[in-house]
């Protein structure tokens, strides 16, 4: 990742987990925005135009799957993948996520920050 920071948005309303990973992402390079909201989470991604969002299924203001089937109906924003990055296990969210434009679904239990920042470089080397 030489030369041009990539940018991440991270939308996650644990204030810890937001922290958490925020502060691994800029520890590896990146540019980091976050949210703890959908709706401050859309206005970080249309401000930012990141290069990959991280995008948590429970929000305290509307549902992350809503917020994601809003972000690839956006023209200006459709385009950027998005990752799901949550606590809920049920295929069913990670099978709703996918249909509505989701790259992959990632359960935090499962991962520590360091293979999701694996993770994320592999997707963006992709790009």
Do not use: H
């Not at 135009?49 to 929000?59: A, E, G, H, N, Y």
């Not at 996520?97 to 990632?106: Q, R, V």
């Not at 359960?107 to 520590?112: F, G, V, W």
Request: zero cysteines; aromatic letters at 8%; charged letters at 30%.
């Amino acid at each position: 990742m030489r030369g041009k920071k990539s940018k991440i948005v991270l939308i996650e309303d644990d204030k810890f987990i937001l922290s958490m990973y925020s502060l691994k992402f800029l520890a590896e390079g990146f540019a980091v925005r976050g949210a703890m909201t959908a709706k401050d989470g859309l206005a970080e991604i249309l401000d930012f135009k990141p290069d990959l969002i991280l995008l948590d299924v429970m929000l305290p203001d509307q549902d992350g799957l809503v917020l994601l089937e809003k972000i690839k109906k956006t023209k200006i924003i459709a385009n950027i993948p998005v990752v799901l990055l949550s606590n809920l296990s049920e295929a069913v969210y990670r099978e709703q996520g996918l249909i509505y434009g989701a790259l992959d679904y990632w359960i935090k239990a499962y991962l520590d920050p360091s293979e999701v920042v694996e993770k994320v470089k592999a997707i963006l080397a992709i790009k």
